[in-house]
């Protein structure tokens, strides 16, 4: 719905008041179930370097946590190796053979 909100304003479906608690109420569950979220991604399975996007740092540290990492993934190419993650997700996109 909000994504769409605009469109509910333009055929008076939505009050501009009753957009406001659309919106409200959106950032009200997300403060609700962010402390959760962890949990939550984790149910998925998926691998932390394959999450390990810096910019979802949830102490909002994203440039100090990104540099970091840079800092960190610098030391495989730095000593002639791949980080860990290269074989399975990096290699396959390089190796495909053109149409």
Avoid at 13 to 41: D, F, P
Avoid at 67 to 80: C, L, P, S, T, W
Avoid at 83 to 98: A, G
Wanted: glycine share 6%; charged share 25%.
């Amino acid at each position: 719905m909000e994504r769409d909100i605009g469109f509910f304003r333009e055929q008076d479906y939505l009050s501009a008041e009753q957009a406001k608690y659309v919106r409200r109420g959106i950032m009200e569950l997300c403060t609700q179930i962010r402390r959760h979220a962890v949990v939550m991604v984790d149910a998925f399975n998926i691998p932390d370097y394959v999450l390990g996007s810096q910019l979802a740092s949830y102490d909002g540290n994203v440039y100090q946590k990104y540099f970091e990492e840079v800092k960190r993934q610098d030391q495989y190419f730095n000593q002639g190796q791949a980080p860990p993650y290269w074989e399975q997700l990096i290699k396959p996109l390089i190796n495909v053979s053109k149409l």
